[in-house]
């Protein structure tokens, strides 16, 4: 099994940033990590997503260029860096592991089999 455990959400005015954390723990092998995210009235959406042992890595369009995905393989850790952020930034982020990857389905949460529990970030402004 695999546990998540996400940190780094908050409140923030437009144009500003934030930076969300992941841990992972368990004995599971790791092949994807990932961030979505569901704002209210939406479903969830995929964000951005990182290949663990290649650094590889895949955005949604609505965030390129503002967000980065990255992973610290020794602390099984995945980092989403949030710069330039907009009020439809505003949302539950969820963090997910996949132990396969498919260019088909990496931006669907199908995919994933593990889910962290989601932090806010709220964006006003």
């Known amino acids: 099994q695999v546990q998540l455990v996400e940190s780094g959400g908050g409140s923030v005015q437009a144009g500003g940033s934030l930076r969300l954390s992941c841990a992972a723990s368990?004995?599971?092998?790791?092949?994807?990590m990932a961030w979505f995210r569901q704002a209210p009235g939406k479903e969830r959406e995929f964000v951005a997503a990182i290949t663990w042992s290649g650094g590889s890595t895949y955005y949604a369009d609505s965030v390129k260029g503002r967000f980065t995905i990255s992973r610290d393989n020794a602390k099984n850790t995945v980092y989403l860096q949030m710069n330039s952020l907009k009020p439809e930034d505003t949302a539950v982020y969820y963090c997910?592991?996949?132990?396969?990857?498919?260019?088909?389905?990496?931006?669907?949460?199908?995919?994933?089999?593990?889910w962290g529990q989601g932090t806010q970030v709220t964006v006003s402004s």
């Open positions: 997910a592991v996949s132990k396969t990857f498919s260019h088909n389905y990496y931006a669907k949460d199908l995919m994933y089999n593990y």
């Open positions: 368990g004995r599971t092998a790791l092949y994807v």
